[in-house]
């Protein structure tokens, strides 16, 4: 219920806030406000005495006015043409430039691809050459186990060795 009556000192002290912004704003704000507002209605008004001169002028100048309004379409149709033929030109231009960049870049992908094939390439005979001495490792280890197989398997190593040095000396 309170916020629906105040009391007599919150109303008390209200005021005296009150009286106290309206003083600050008194001593401080108004002055700087008129004087913006003066300034700023002199400041139109001599807009409007120049606007006005301007206007009279403008109705003693119509005919020149014509003039200069032909010329300037006649300018402004040469600029656009000038305009239209630099935005061709840079069209063109940049056309030629992507293109070029694009055939860079292709050729760049296509020898960035021929380096990962061959790189995958050489990787894979890497891979199955480690993987065939492994095989062939485990083969002879399984083979050569016994002594006996051992001495066979040297005998006929170097029997084949003495076939080919043979073939070769004849």
Do not use: C
Not at 73 to 100: F, G, Q, W, Y
Not at 103 to 126: F, P, V, W
Not at 130 to 135: A, K, R
């Amino acid at each position: 219920m309170e916020l629906i009556t105040p009391s007599f000192g919150l109303i008390f002290w209200m005021l005296i806030g009150f009286g106290i912004l309206v003083f600050i704003l008194a001593k401080y704000a108004w002055p700087v406000i008129i004087k913006m507002i003066n300034e700023r209605e002199q400041f139109i008004q001599q807009q409007l005495t120049e606007a006005g001169l301007v206007r009279d002028e403008m109705k003693n100048l119509k005919s020149e006015h014509a003039q200069l309004l032909i010329q300037a379409k006649d300018e402004r149709d040469k600029i656009i043409t000038d305009a239209r033929k630099m935005v061709e030109k840079m069209n063109d231009e940049a056309r030629l430039r992507r293109e070029r960049e694009a055939d860079t870049m292709l050729n760049e992908t296509r020898k960035a691809i021929e380096n990962e094939k061959m790189k995958a390439l050489t990787e894979i005979k890497n891979e199955i050459a480690n993987l065939s001495i492994e095989v062939a490792e485990k083969i002879l280890r399984s083979e050569l186990k016994e002594s006996s197989r051992q001495e066979e398997f040297i005998q006929q190593w170097v029997a084949e060795l003495k076939m080919k040095e043979n073939t070769i000396n004849y």
